[in-house]
């Protein structure tokens, strides 16, 4: 027979595959947290600008209160505001600025309290140049602006009654120290999330492959029985292709030879066509099973009663062994468990050689019962008992027999498989391989 190779580990059908749905979890993962960070920004965001601003109006209280209670203001007073609120404080004695806080004033610093008096006088109509002794309630405008230059203030424009005339201030704080804090948390938040895709792409990557390993072991099994199942057919097709032609030249005589061996290879192709179609039936999921509650036993009585003679035939010894106590039953289509049964057997026949012992077994525990076929012929080596139940495999190649194609033991698995229970394959004690179908009790 022929037996084909499996292709490579990622044929590029399956490796295109692999990378569009990994990239595909990676989109929808990535745009998942994307939007839940996004979210979460905002409300941290927001709580922050909310900080910044509660923190902006109680330097403001503190700083109004002072300004109207007390009638002497310090310049050390004034730094001292400055250095903890981390303000900007101008003052207006009477319209006129604080020699000394001009000094100090940056160019920037000049240009921001230019313009937050500006806004106040534009917007909200408080004019600190246009305001005389003659307003008698004390008025103040908060607002937020930008300067030229793009940086960002709380601002609060006051004018306060004083009993010699008024006093004004320009009070600014800015952003500078929120923007940093949020811009930093947004960096957090970016490198938090990149290395989570390249953590999810590396996730997504091996989760991929290990969902698509079965459907790729499939396709390739698919093309090894496709191989497989052709190279068998091809044998007797070519056979009867060529007996038909050999007699139609042929003598009467020799004409009913090659008839006849057209006949024989034409049942050969009806056996396998037949164990292909119950394998298709089994991948597919549509055999149908009659499960009544029956005595083991009588399986393996019946079994020895059709093989008796047979084994004999061939020079070989068939015993069975069965428990002395009374076995429970189990759940299960006599003639499917009988066609498992008998492929076990048709195999030990095959295999066994002259002289040797073929023993059909029987034990079981309260929850299994175990049926068992062993011969004592070449048996099994370790490394091809895990080809064993693959379709068209045969240890032995160089088997001339035509009964077998290598399909027996595949469709005895599915059978077993679809009751539930296991076909496993052990050595004989001193040589040989031994073949136990375990099959769940039926309940009382």
């Known amino acids: 027979m022929i037996k084909t190779e499996g292709g490579p580990s990622h044929p590029p059908l399956f490796r295109k595959m692999r990378l569009r749905l990994t990239l595909l979890c990676l989109t929808v993962t990535g745009l998942i947290l994307a939007g839940a960070t996004c979210l979460c920004l905002y409300f941290s965001e927001s709580g922050i600008a909310k900080n910044g601003s509660t923190s902006f109006t109680n330097s403001l209280n503190s700083i109004l209160t002072h300004l109207e209670s007390q009638n002497t203001i310090t310049l050390q007073w004034i730094a001292g505001i400055e250095q903890n609120h981390t303000t900007v404080l101008s003052l207006y004695d009477n319209g006129k600025p604080l020699f000394y806080q001009e000094l ?3 160019q920037e610093e000049k240009n921001a309290i230019s313009l937050a008096k500006e806004t106040a006088s534009v917007k909200y109509g408080l004019d600190l140049d246009a305001a005389d002794a003659s307003s008698l309630l004390s008025k103040h405008v908060e607002f937020r602006f930008k300067t ?13 009654p004083k009993a010699n005339g008024h006093l004004s201030a320009v009070i600014l704080q800015s952003l500078d120290a929120q923007k940093h804090q949020i811009y930093g948390q947004r960096f957090v938040f970016l490198g938090a999330d990149t290395a989570a895709l390249l953590l999810l792409a590396v996730f997504f990557w091996f989760f991929t492959g290990k969902t698509l390993a079965p459907l790729e072991e499939n ?18 097709l070519s056979v009867m292709l060529s007996c ?15 008839t006849e061996t057209i006949q024989l290879e034409g049942k050969r192709m009806s056996r396998l066509i037949d164990d292909m179609l119950q394998l298709a039936g089994a991948d597919a999921c549509s055999w149908t099973l009659m499960p009544a509650p029956l005595p083991p036993d009588t399986l393996l009585l019946d079994t020895y009663e059709k093989y008796e003679y047979l084994a004999r035939e061939k020079g070989l010894t068939l015993r069975i062994r069965l428990p002395e106590e009374e076995c429970p039953l189990v759940l299960c289509d006599e003639e499917r468990i009988a066609q ?29 019962v175990s049926l068992s076929v062993a011969d004592d012929g070449p048996g099994i080596p370790d490394p091809a008992k895990k080809q064993v139940f693959q379709r068209f495999f045969r240890q032995d190649k160089a ?3 035509k ?7 595949s469709i005895a698995r599915e059978i077993v498989k679809i009751h539930k229970g296991r076909l496993v394959l052990s050595d004989t004690p001193g040589g040989g391989a031994t073949f136990t179908i375990i099959l769940k009790t039926a309940p009382v």
């Open 219 to 236: 396709r390739r099994q698919q093309a090894q029985f496709i191989a497989s199942a052709s190279h068998e057919l091809r044998s007797p």
């Open 244 to 258: 038909l032609t050999a007699s139609q030249k042929a003598a009467p005589k020799d004409a009913a030879r090659f």
């Open 340 to 368: 498992v049964l008998s492929i076990l057997m048709d195999n030990a026949l095959s295999y066994t050689p002259s002289t040797g012992h073929i023993t059909l077994s029987l034990s079981f525990t309260a929850s299994h």
């Open 403 to 409: 009964e077998h194609f290598g399909l027996g033991l």
């Open 148 to 160: 030229n230059d793009r940086k960002e203030y709380y601002a609060s424009v006051v004018l306060l």
């Open 104 to 106: 100090r004033r940056t």
């Open 399 to 401: 088997h001339t027999s």
